[in-house]
């Protein structure tokens, strides 16, 4: 049972433009949220979170926005780069925040010239 | 800092077999977690050491264990291997009581697992 659903496995966009990743999950016990982001042959890189007492978190060119109502968040990227092309992971840590990490599948976003 | 440290890179077993892959956390870390990301999916999460015992366990069998020592590395150890334990294997280490709300961790390389 998939608790963390990344629904796109692939996205272009085109360098400079806005590149939007989604990110659905079911269990409402979860209370922090994270965006991973993952190069070949490298472990996955922390990029940006948020708590569930949030809506909305900015660093830089990466926000992450939380709708709890509808069970849904997303990462933007503003203007996206080549080296923004990577395998992203959504993610989500129950409220102990020493438990497990629950991982979607990831989405693979490509930044065409 | 030399970050969270896994190795082997690459290990190729046959059916039957047993593996111990090991990892070295982030200076400062005294919590590591390990994750097994086969093809195509997301890491998913096997189980975490902190002050050298299990704490959390995932959806894995026993012939899945794992140790920590007294300097925090750990080792993941996987028993009469499958062919269905073909994947990637990463490790990441994290802080309790970092003062953090959320439990960041530093993931390593992995170690690519291929059993014949």
């Known amino acids: 049972d998939q608790q963390v659903k990344q629904n796109s496995p692939s996205l272009s966009v085109q360098e400079g433009r806005i590149s939007i990743l989604n990110c659905d999950y079911t269990?409402?016990?979860?209370?922090?949220f994270l965006w991973y982001k993952k190069y070949p042959a490298e472990g996955p890189t922390f990029l940006i979170s948020?708590?569930?007492?949030?809506d909305k978190n900015e660093d830089g060119r990466f926000t992450v926005f939380l709708n709890k109502s509808a069970k849904h968040l997303s990462l933007h990227i503003v203007p996206s780069q080549p080296g923004d092309s990577a395998v992203y992971f959504c993610?989500?840590?129950?409220?102990?925040?020493?438990?497990?990490?629950?991982f979607g599948k990831g989405t693979r976003l490509h930044i065409l010239p | 800092d030399a970050g969270v440290t896994q190795s082997p890179t690459h290990l190729i077993k046959t059916r039957g077999q047993q593996v111990t892959l090991r990892c070295s956390p982030k200076?400062?870390?005294?919590?590591v977690s390990w994750y097994q990301q086969a093809l195509g999916q997301g890491p998913q999460f096997i189980f975490q050491y902190y002050e050298e015992e299990e704490r959390q366990r995932g959806n894995f069998p026993d012939r899945f264990s794992g140790h920590q020592f007294p300097n925090y590395s750990s080792e993941l150890n996987v028993n009469a291997l499958l062919l269905g334990d073909s994947a990637l294997y990463l490790c990441a280490s994290s802080s309790r009581g970092s003062g953090r709300g959320y439990n960041e961790q530093f993931f390593g390389p992995g170690t690519r697992l291929t059993v014949l």
């Open positions: 269990n409402s016990m979860f209370d922090y």
């Open positions: 200076s400062g870390h005294d919590t």
């Open positions: 993610a989500a840590s129950p409220m102990n925040r020493d438990d497990k990490i629950i």
């Open positions: 948020i708590s569930s007492i949030k």
